[in-house]
């Protein structure tokens, strides 16, 4: 089972920040969260990931809470092709799979 | 970046007939890639973990011998859906991860099967 939640939907207004929140308050000590987006009938797109501490790349920011149950992803400027299903996943140790949860669609709006 | 093709993108099936996919790591080894079913408007659901040179780890409820895999090399991995039935209908995606802790998981594009 996916060790995250996040909420179902969020809209956010063309070239502004999206902030997107993701619950993990069971994880452990060395698991790594990821984040992906899914651009309908695509496989998904790495966007970023961190263990503890914050990480910022091309694409967006991951700010990861000091206890780690919780971690949001930034996408600086939203664009409409940031429209996309948004996935925050927990690393599973065993076997170091990608569980997947629901995730978040993200509609970016003009 | 890492590159993960996925081959063929769409497939179209008789019921009762069976089905390849492949997945390749173009530009790095894979000791590891894994195997994703979605059906329509849900979220990917691991299928079972391919890996190279022995048998594939299969999640709960997954039939091993329905969906066949194979990881011949350090960049192949093939899927086949055996004696395909309707229901099997789904688009199906394959990932590969650089070896080394740390490294993110490139997912191929996915494949879409039809079976009629």
Known sequence: DAKTTQPPSMDCAEGRAANLPCNHSTISGNEYVYWYRQIHSQGPQYIIHGLKNNETNEMASLIITEDRKSSTLILPHATLRDTAVYYCIVRVLEGNKLVFGAGTILRVKS | ?116
């Open chain 2, 1 to 116: 970046g890492a590159v993960v093709s996925q081959h063929p993108s769409r497939v179209i099936c008789k019921s009762g007939t069976s089905v390849k996919i492949e997945c390749r790591s173009l530009d790095f080894q894979a000791t590891t890639m894994f195997w994703y079913r979605q059906f329509p408007k849900q979220s990917l659901m691991l299928m079972a973990t391919s890996n190279e040179g022995s048998k594939a780890t299969y999640e709960q409820g997954v039939e091993k011998d329905k969906f066949l895999i194979n990881h011949a090399s350090l960049t192949l991995s093939t899927l086949t859906v055996t004696s395909a039935h309707p229901e099997d209908s789904s688009f199906y995606i394959c990932s590969a991860s650089e070896q080394g802790v740390g490294y993110g998981y490139t997912f191929g594009s996915g494949t879409r099967l039809t079976v009629v």
